[in-house]
């Protein structure tokens, strides 16, 4: 059963950086797109950015691009989701998810297994 993990979440003061990490284990995982998504409080959770299976391809929601930037390693066995210039707005829990194929999917039904989720809070 594939599992998905996030870390590298906190807090930092607006115009910071973070940067998130994801590692998945089990099942065929490798050869899936992979993405984040954002959940902030009373709010739905939307897409971030996303990544297809070799990389190659990477899409982003509107008020994150130009300053977030998701990567995958050569392995493919980690994702990341660099955050540069941080607002208040992106105050959120941010989850790691798999995508069921291995193109990019903007929609959260698209994705079958989900992490936890690793808090970000932007104060200004």
């Known amino acids: 059963q594939v599992q998905v993990t996030e870390s590298g979440g906190g807090s930092v003061q607006a115009g910071g950086s973070l940067t998130l990490s994801c590692t998945v284990s089990g099942g065929t995982w490798k050869t899936y797109a992979m993405g984040w998504f954002r959940q902030a409080p009373g709010k739905e959770r939307e897409f971030v950015a996303a990544i297809d299976l070799n990389g190659d391809n990477t899409a982003y929601a509107d008020d994150v691009k130009g300053r977030f930037t998701i990567s995958r390693d050569s392995t493919k066995i980690m994702v990341y989701l660099q955050m540069n210039s941080l607002k208040p707005e992106d105050t959120a829990v941010y989850y790691c998810?798999?995508?069921?194929?291995?193109?990019?999917?903007?929609?959260?039904?698209?994705?079958?297994?989900w992490g936890q989720g690793t808090q970000v809070t932007v104060f200004s």
């Open positions: 998810a798999k995508d069921r194929g291995s193109a990019i999917t903007r929609r959260a039904r698209g994705y079958d297994a």
